[in-house]
């Protein structure tokens, strides 16, 4: 009995040891005066483990704590990433980053992901929809990888039409579910029967003549 007790309060210190670590290390890229990690944190944070600040690994890094406010991480929600990565150290935060790569693109996380990118571009209080222009880059950040050329289609038709002013989270996650069900560019499959967001019946449109 008492061996386990022994390793279990090693371990507890253990654990101990690397809060603190995470929260030393939260400190050396929080403003003082605000206690957030800032948009300059971040850009420090990203110097340091190599990676630059529009890759979309550290919108995953923010995904992973639930960071609620883009460009700011608060200490609970570091400590919440962090511990769960166990990256207490830039070193390791650095190594962490192409496991959290792989575990964002599992196809039951990488919904959680997509929908949470939108989410953390709602800057203001109330916003429910994101400009076209960022949409594009949002696209290109997230899905371009996976989906390239429906990504370049959407983008292109997004950058000519003038019905859409705004995308919101349904036509959002619509552009989605188009991507992973629909046979591109053929699109052979697509029923505008079926509940698409009208903004996808009129790439389909626009997609078919052109490439008719």
Not at 94 to 101: D, S
Not at 159 to 165: A, G, M, P, T
Not at 175 to 192: L, T
Request: glycine residues 2%.
């Amino acid at each position: 009995m008492r061996r386990s007790s022994t390793r279990k309060t090693a371990s507890s210190k253990a654990t101990t040891k690397e809060l603190e670590r995470i929260d030393q290390l939260f400190h050396s890229y929080a403003n003082r005066s605000s206690n957030l990690i800032d948009p300059e944190g971040i850009e420090a944070l990203c110097s340091d483990v190599e990676v630059d600040h529009t890759d979309v690994r550290i919108l995953m890094l923010a995904w992973k704590m639930k960071a609620e406010k883009q460009g700011y991480f608060t200490l609970e929600e570091w400590r919440r990433g962090l511990k769960a990565l166990h990256g207490d150290t830039v070193n390791k935060l650095k190594k962490a980053l192409p496991e959290l790569e792989k575990e964002v693109r599992r196809p039951t996380n990488f919904v959680d992901f997509y929908s949470y990118a939108f989410r953390y571009c709602l800057t203001e209080e109330k916003q429910k929809s994101i400009d076209i222009e960022s949409i594009c880059e949002l696209l290109d950040l997230v899905l371009g990888s996976q989906f390239r050329a429906q990504v370049d289609s959407f983008v292109e038709y997004l950058k000519i039409q003038n019905d859409y002013k705004v995308i919101n989270m349904d036509q959002w996650m619509g552009f989605f579910r188009f991507c992973n069900e629909i046979s591109f560019p053929d699109m052979h499959n697509y029923d505008p029967e079926l509940a698409w967001p009208l903004i996808l019946d009129n790439f389909v449109e626009w997609s078919r003549a052109k490439y008719s």
